[in-house]
């Protein structure tokens, strides 16, 4: 039997960082496509063929990941490699 009107059964509520069943599903599919299309291998061949999409990719997951991470947080520096590398591809883009 449920819980009275106007009671949750679950005061508490979800755990924090808990998937739904959705979610977790649509996540085990894409980890499972990945992995058959190649792993790693398969991002290395699309982040040199498909940079932007790659980049989109790293855009929506690495925040979620290092937003977790409260070992190891980040400290965000670049390199001047790294800053040249940027202007590079962002005057490349700006030419298109």
């Not at 977790?24 to 190649?38: P, W």
């Not at 398969?42 to 937003?67: D, E, I, M, R």
Request: glycine share 10%; aromatic share 4%; proline share 7%.
């Amino acid at each position: 039997m449920g819980a009275p009107k106007g009671h949750i059964g679950n005061p508490n509520g979800r755990p924090k960082g808990s998937l739904n069943k959705i979610t977790k599903s649509l996540k085990e599919m894409i980890l499972g496509a990945l992995d058959e299309a190649g792993g790693v291998e398969y991002l290395l061949t699309q982040a040199k063929t498909n940079p932007t999409a790659f980049l989109t990719l790293v855009g929506k997951v690495l925040p979620l990941t290092l937003a977790n991470d409260t070992v190891n947080p980040i400290n965000p520096t670049l390199s001047s490699a790294d800053k040249d590398l940027i202007n590079r591809f962002m005057a490349q883009k700006e030419k298109k």
